[in-house]
């Protein structure tokens, strides 16, 4: 039997709800407050390494992506994102591998000693979607990164574009894509979450 059911290609991003500005929650509303407590703790338990307990704020279903950044001319920012080649493609799975190997084994020498992060989250925005518990949330984030005894540090800017799902338990992140402003990442590595 023929069925004409496209499979996902695993490599393709599921594209977010659009952001309407008609569907924006208003600034201050308890929604919104909700929302700005949830990624002030995140950035809380990712700069004080309680990774297990992120976990927790994190959907089943997750899917938690950052695309390569071209530079290009004025008329081709369309292109500038290319999501067909990722820093990270993770879902539930590798993320929580990501988790254990830095928190359980030592093998992360990557991240042992671990960096020094600061997650400092501004302008955000929330969006209602055609899903009555879930919101698209739009937010800046600035993240600081120390590492060993070195006098400087690194500056990651970046946009993240994410999912937020509300259920009986709380808040659950279910979608994120984070948008680096670098063409040329300024840290030696991503083995921390954004």
């Not at 509303?29 to 927790?56: G, K, M, P």
């Not at 948008?179 to 590595?189: E, Y």
Request: glycine share 2%; proline share 5%; aromatic share 8%.
């Amino acid at each position: 039997m023929e069925t004409n059911l496209k499979e996902k290609n695993p490599l393709e991003p599921t594209p977010l709800p659009p952001s309407l500005r008609a569907n924006r929650v208003a600034i201050g509303s308890q929604l919104y407050n909700d929302v700005v407590e949830f990624l002030y703790d995140e950035a809380e338990l990712f700069d004080t390494l309680r990774l297990r307990d992120w976990i927790a704020m994190v959907a089943k279903d997750i899917e938690y992506t950052v695309p390569l950044r071209h530079t290009r001319a004025t008329r081709d920012q369309d292109k500038s994102i290319v999501r067909t080649v990722q820093h990270m493609y993770d879902d539930y799975r590798s993320i929580m591998l990501r988790v254990m190997r830095v928190m359980d084994t030592r093998s992360a020498w990557g991240e042992d000693p671990p960096s020094r992060t600061k997650h400092m989250v501004s302008n955000i925005r929330v969006y209602r979607t055609d899903k009555e518990n879930e919101f698209k949330v739009q937010s800046y984030l600035l993240l600081t990164r120390n590492r060993f005894d070195n006098d400087r540090f690194d500056l990651v800017p970046c946009e993240r574009h994410d999912v937020l799902r509300k259920t009986d338990e709380g808040y659950l992140l279910a979608r994120r894509e984070v948008i680096i402003d670098q063409a040329v990442l300024g840290t030696p590595n991503l083995g921390i979450f954004l």
